[in-house]
């Protein structure tokens, strides 16, 4: 029972991030799968991306009906996105779980302090 409240807390956590912030979820996901369901580094990002993917896939859903997202706008960012996630994939076994940790805490750290001086 608590393993299954850890993973709906988990699941909850990062939807919400993602609802609220366009994404984000792995902000809480990469944390909490290594600390809380004890993966790896690696296993926590990579199952941190296929999460947030459909959480996206959702809250897409919600914005389209609502009429508050442009797909032709969106158009650069997502073939962008898509050939990024393709080097992404292909990098990420040569990669050490050191280096990802690293450069997801730089990135964590960057976006707070754009958030909190740029705002």
Do not use: E
């Amino acid at each position: 029972m608590k393993q299954r409240l850890q993973y709906l807390t988990i699941g909850a956590l990062s939807g919400a991030a993602n609802g609220f912030f366009g994404s984000g979820g792995g902000l809480f996901l990469v944390p909490l799968l290594s600390g809380w369901t004890k993966l790896s580094q690696k296993q926590a990002f990579a199952t941190s991306v296929a999460v947030v993917f459909f959480l996206s896939a959702v809250s897409t859903g919600f914005y389209l009906y609502r009429g508050t997202v442009s797909l032709s706008l969106a158009a650069p960012y997502l073939i962008g996105g898509f050939l990024g996630g393709i080097v992404s994939g292909l990098v990420f076994h040569r990669i050490s779980a050191s280096l990802l940790r690293r450069l997801f805490g730089l990135l964590l750290i960057w976006g707070g302090i754009r958030s909190v001086l740029l705002w």
